[in-house]
């Protein structure tokens, strides 16, 4: 990244909040289930399939993490009623992980039995390296339960996640986006790409189902190689990207015929996540002196 991006990277958390939402809006489908329903629409008919995220993180007692929970069971009945290829993405925080583990395995559980009711699956994301042992026990619990219709996510950045990998049956493998030590996360790039690429090898060869996502070439091209290299059938793999970045890519590989599913996130919190979609974009600089000049050219 140049130094100025860098720079602004640095300062974005005393960027407005405003600045911040407009900068980050083709990130985010908006405030509303409607939102979400009208951008997986348009995915599907690209024939894009999709992962819904809820925005939450940021919630801060009980009544708030059911109301999440609330949130996911509305959607999931919307995608039924308008008949859409998707599924959900949660984060264990929004359903109470940090409030009490009890009230986030009620939460979870519940909304992956309405899933599995209704044939669509539910993934955990994955979130800081404190929450990794709690989002892993959970997901062994209920898929130990009988629950096929979940699945979780595993960061390469992350230095024991090759050691995570034996017995999970479905991993999305991301770069991981959270700042964490050098004890126990890479933080070289090389190295984070060299633990993807030896993260997916280990998931493929132990037969998971695997969810590849990244926007980064030089994977992309890793992960094409790896797929075709084992001969994975086209049901036991897919892409996945963010909701905003590098569409023209992920059109590429739906012509290819691989499954690409696009993650969106919608709702009224949607700080957190913006701000660590923005600190990523590598052209930040060039975004936020565009967004400020627009402002003031429109004055
Ligand atoms: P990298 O960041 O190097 O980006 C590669 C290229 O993609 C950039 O050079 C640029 O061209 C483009 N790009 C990437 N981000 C951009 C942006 N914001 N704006 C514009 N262009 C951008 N993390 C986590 O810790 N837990 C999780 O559960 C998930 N879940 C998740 C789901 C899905 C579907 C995706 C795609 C990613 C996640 N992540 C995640 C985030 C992930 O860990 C990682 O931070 C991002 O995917 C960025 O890493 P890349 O592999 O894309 O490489």
Known sequence: MALLDRAIVKLLPAVPRPVVQRLSSRYIAGPTLDDAVRV?????AKGKV???????EEITNA?????????????????????LDATVSVKLTALGLELDLDLCRENLEAV???????????????????????????????????HTNIG????????????DIPGLE???????????SPEVAFRDYDAVRESFVVCLEALVAQGSYVAIATHDEYLIGEALRVVSEARLAPDRYEFQMLLGVRPDRADELVAAGHKLRVYVPYGTHWYEYSVRRLQENPK??????RDVAGVVLRR
């Open 152 to 163: 979780v996510v595993l960061q390469a950045y992350l230095r024991r996640t090759l050691r």
């Open 50 to 56: 999709a992962t819904v995220d809820v925005l939450g």
């Open 284 to 289: 930040i600089a060039g975004y936020v002196a």
């Open 170 to 180: 479905n991993v999305r493998i991301c770069k991981g986006i959270y700042i964490e």
């Open 40 to 44: 997986v629409r348009r995915l599907n």
């Open 63 to 83: 009544d708030e993490a059911r109301a999440i929970a609330g949130q996911y069971h509305d959607a999931l009945a919307r995608f039924d009623e308008e008949q």
């Open 112 to 146: 992956v039995v309405d899933a599995a009711a209704r044939g669509r699956f539910v993934r955990v994301d994955m979130e800081d390296s404190s929450t990794t042992d709690r989002t892993l026990a959970l997901y062994r619990e209920l898929r130990g339960a009988g």
